[in-house]
């Protein structure tokens, strides 16, 4: 079974770009939760999708956004990039319904914002 | 008051000892504890998972402890192995934002051959 695929593994953007981040989750998944880690913060909840609807959202700007289509895919996009958006973006999904934490993670994109 | 605070920020280890690493929290609303392990280049993987009824889950060489009056909980791995050398992160959330965790800071574990 496939895990957890996360596009593109790796990017450089300048300040004040745009960036698409894609997921994939495990099949059968609906669940696709967003975190953001960096060595000064660790890991953050961005954002929470099921059945393209957002669930949960965590304390970050309006710049971070993202949306899930109906093959339960997910894109996260952040908006007019600062130097602080350098991050591992960590895409994590998990079954529909499940009432436990159980998150299975991807591999990351790593964002460097120049 | 959705802080999860973890120690140490890291940890050496001779090979066959025992690693400990301690979470505390705030948030009594939190049910579910679970401790996900960290390689390089990898994304955070599942290790064990607690829910307040239990105060202890051992599975295979790693067991978690729960203190609930304490709002502590802990992870114990026995016989430590260089293999288990990586980042590991304590975290916890509530029924109701499941997916929604509050992660500690991560303590990096070296197992010393």
């Known amino acids: 079974k496939a895990g957890v695929t996360q596009t593109p593994r790796y990017l450089i953007k300048t300040r004040g770009q745009q960036v698409t981040l894609s997921c994939s989750p495990i099949s059968g998944h609906r669940s696709v939760s967003w975190y953001q880690q960096t060595p000064g913060q660790g890991l953050q909840f961005l954002f929470e999708y099921f059945s393209e609807t957002q669930r949960n959202k965590g304390n970050f700007p309006g710049r971070f956004s993202g949306r899930q289509f109906s093959n339960s895919r997910s894109e996260m996009n952040v908006s007019t990039l600062e130097l602080g958006d350098s991050a591992l973006y960590l895409c994590?999904?998990?079954?529909?319904?499940?009432?436990?934490?159980?998150?299975?993670f991807g591999e990351g994109s790593r964002l460097t914002v120049l | 008051q959705q802080q999860v605070k973890q120690s140490p920020q890291s940890l050496i280890v001779q090979k066959g000892g025992i690693s400990i690493i301690n979470c505390a929290y705030e948030n009594t609303a939190f049910d579910y504890f679970p401790w996900y392990q960290q390689f390089p280049g990898k994304g955070p993987a599942l290790l064990i998972a607690i829910r307040p009824d239990v105060s202890e889950k051992k599975e295979g060489r790693f067991t978690i402890s729960f203190n609930k009056s304490a709002k502590q909980f802990s992870l114990h791995i026995m016989d430590s192995q260089p293999g288990d050398s990586a980042t590991y992160f304590c975290a916890a959330s509530t029924s109701g934002s499941a997916r929604q965790l509050t992660f500690g800071s991560g303590t990096q574990l070296t197992v010393l051959p």
């Open positions: 994590a999904s998990s079954l529909s319904g499940d009432n436990t934490g159980e998150l299975f």
